[in-house]
């Protein structure tokens, strides 16, 4: 019985692994604040519509544009892609050699007769369709050179058998964010957007680490 109880306190620990994973994973996400600006001494304001250091023409304008700013991403992401193909091929061949019979001694010539015949046929489909829609909020983490902005983010939904994460890193160019402050998904440059759970409802719809492993390794 004592043999067993190292097991017994190893379950729980791998059964924990994924979230632990993601939850390390989490503290690259960490939100980043604006830095406060310091106004120069003097400086007082001269009501109008018009200010340099907006980001946009008129002074209310609340687009992102200093590092630590919020920024909201709409998720426009519909992919659908197919493939199919097909391949055949057919060979035949004989060969028949008939000789006199003075050549042949009484010999039956018709045991020279030969012929093959091959034929293939293969045909092979494959389709996926990822959709992902929604609203999600990130910050400004780096101005990049040429105004280019850097936005990183996370959201994290605590469930009640496990969590749920909604990544995502890319580039923005000012210009393609909207007046109220949001940018399609699809207009972000070298974006990385990850959907991804961890939990016990995760870790029932796929395999235990121990048949994945004996997967691995299995010669079938």
Not at 8 to 19: D, K, R
Not at 92 to 110: H, I, K, R
Not at 120 to 149: C, E, H
Request: with cysteine; charged share 20%.
């Amino acid at each position: 019985m004592l043999r067993h109880l190292p097991a017994m306190f190893l379950i729980p620990t791998l059964s924990a692994c994924a979230t632990q994973i993601e939850e390390k994973i989490s503290e690259d996400y960490a939100p980043v604040y604006p830095v406060e600006m310091i106004e120069p001494t003097g400086a007082l304001p001269s009501g109008g519509i018009y200010t340099a250091s907006s980001a946009g023409l008129f002074a209310s304008d609340r687009r992102a544009s200093r590092v630590g700013d919020i920024l909201t991403v709409q998720f426009t992401e519909r992919f659908s892609a197919s493939k199919s193909q097909s391949a055949s091929g057919e060979r035949s061949n004989s060969f028949e050699m008939d000789l006199p019979n003075v050549l042949t001694g009484g010999f039956d010539d018709g045991q020279l007769t030969n012929g093959t015949d091959q034929s293939f046929s293969g045909k092979g489909a494959a389709q996926q369709s990822n959709s992902l829609t929604g609203l999600m909020s990130v910050s400004v983490v780096r101005i990049m050179p040429g105004g280019m902005l850097e936005i990183m983010g996370q959201k994290r939904l605590t469930l009640n058998n496990g969590r749920e994460y909604v990544r995502l890193t890319g580039v923005v160019r000012p210009e393609d964010i909207g007046p109220d402050n949001v940018v399609r998904s699809d207009r972000i440059a070298h974006a990385d957007i990850q959907y991804v759970g961890a939990g016990d409802t995760h870790d029932t719809a796929k395999p235990g680490w121990l048949r994945r492993g004996l997967s691995v390794i299995s010669p079938l």
